[in-house]
């Protein structure tokens, strides 16, 4: 009977519904066309404080963890580069906008663009580089992934601290028609300097938001068969710690999540029993759980609680 329970969470684990995927947002630019102008500001010339706002709406609804943002050399007149820049990367979640009044329209003082959650998402010297062939392969990779709530506009904020002009190219950007009613706008100047210069081109910008783990079992949803994983360390069934290690295999699942089906399913506490009893069988023959393992799982099951 156990065997068979066990059989059945298999069969049910493999109807688990699929979530959300990794993707890359691109704004400013269809991700495969080229954007409508080029600058080599900031990353090419001696401006070393950049900012730059992007809309809500140009994220179409996308929320997440963003571990990644590429920039693309412009075509034609970018090319292929390797360079060492000493950066500071900063993201928050910003009530500033392209347009709208000037109370909250994007400003020319970069303190006042700066949202309350301003995060330093990368610090250090960082090897940029392209090979010139119009992919978004240069990458700023964030020393820790920033959450991005999918409806506030969002803040990039830039600093070299290190003055000498790096040599990259010429980047691919957006440059639009109308002031303030459009994605993106950038502010650019001087780290020494309160406030910057103030237009509408941007960076053609690829986000690149990490495939969401709702249970944080290190198995992405997409990928994790039991997304509401029990992640506790050790299996606790019904109260008792049976001190075994809470492993999760690479569909998602914890033992924890096995044995708590057991419970489910099970009509009564024989069946219960013998049903963890063939699951600590198998992962002990799957060398997942250390023979001693067994019989501890077994015994909680069985309410003989271990000391
Ligand atoms: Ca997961
Ligand atoms: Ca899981």
Redesign the pocket.
């Known amino acids: 009977m156990g065997k068979q329970l066990f059989g059945i969470f298999l069969i049910v684990i493999s109807y688990a519904s699929f979530q959300a995927h990794a993707a890359n947002v691109v704004i400013g630019a269809p991700p495969d066309g080229e954007g409508n102008s080029n600058n080599t500001i900031f990353f090419n010339n001696l401006l070393n404080r950049y900012q730059q706002l992007y809309e809500a709406d140009a994220f179409g609804g996308h929320s997440g963890y963003i571990d990644k943002i590429s920039f693309r050399p412009d075509n034609p007149l970018g090319g292929s580069f390797s360079e060492s820049i000493q950066l500071e990367v900063r993201l928050s979640h910003t009530v500033r906008a392209v347009g709208g009044p000037s109370s909250t329209r994007f400003s020319n003082i970069y303190a006042e663009n700066i949202g309350s959650d301003e995060t330093l998402v990368l610090s250090g010297l960082i090897e940029l580089s392209s090979d010139g062939t119009g992919k978004f392969d240069i990458t700023l990779k964030l020393d820790e992934p920033f959450y991005y709530d999918g409806n506030s506009n969002l803040l990039l904020d830039m600093v070299r601290p290190q003055i000498p002009r790096p040599s990259t190219t010429v980047f691919d950007s957006v440059s639009l028609p109308s002031p303030y009613s459009n994605d993106t706008a950038r502010l650019s100047g001087s780290s020494q300097l309160d406030y910057g210069y103030r237009d509408t081109i941007g960076f053609v910008t690829e986000f690149h938001f990490i495939p969401p783990d709702s249970?944080g079992?290190g198995?992405n949803d997409e990928l994790?068969f039991?997304?509401?994983?029990y992640t506790t360390e050790t299996v606790v069934i019904r109260g008792c710690d049976s001190s075994v290690i809470n492993v999760?295999d690479e569909t998602?699942?914890?033992v924890a999540?096995k044995t708590n089906y057991c419970e489910e399913a099970a009509k009564n506490h024989e069946q219960f029993v013998s049903c963890v009893a063939a699951l600590a069988e198998t992962l002990t023959e799957e060398y997942v759980i250390h023979p001693w393992g067994k019989s501890s799982l077994v015994k909680c099951s069985a309410n003989n609680c271990l000391e």
Request: net charge negative.
């Open positions: 249970d079992d198995v994790d039991c997304p509401n994983s999760v998602g699942c914890t999540d």
